[in-house]
Nanobody, 114 residues
Framework: VQLQASGGGLVQAGGFLRLSCGVSRIIFSAYDMAWYRQAPGKERELVASITSGGGTTYENSVKGRFIISRSNAEDAVYLQMNSLKPEDTAVYYC?????????WGQGTQVTVSS
């Protein structure tokens, strides 16, 4: 699988960003997808996930602010991030499990200034 994330950047608190992840070399529609993030000095954490059927889950701190979605026509997964906070600053990774192993994209930096 290849995972190519984009859309990160620098934004002020209260602003928004939309992350995109293009996926190739798998039958995208059959795979659950997820967004993780890793802040400096912290462990990587699950932010949101979406099943092949469209069911979603969210980490508590992003509920009501972030929305994960997918387009099986475009082989892509998205993360709409609203009401951003400085504590959302991190490198964001899209991810899936292939052949029993979690796979990662290259990450995209999100920086939220106060």
């Amino acid at each position: 699988v290849q995972l190519q994330a984009s859309g990160g950047g620098l934004v002020q608190a209260g602003g928004f960003l939309r992350l995109s992840c293009g996926v190739s070399r798998i039958i995208f529609s059959a795979y659950d997808m997820a967004w993780y993030r890793q802040a400096p000095g912290k462990e990587r954490e699950l932010v949101a996930s979406i099943t092949s059927g469209g069911g979603t889950t969210y980490e508590n701190s992003v509920k009501g602010r972030f929305i994960i979605s997918r387009s099986n026509a475009e082989d892509a997964v998205y993360l709409q991030m609203n009401s951003l906070k400085p504590e959302d600053t991190a490198v964001y990774y899209c991810s899936t499990v292939e052949h029993g192993r979690r796979r990662w994209g290259q990450g995209t930096q999100v920086t939220v200034s106060s």
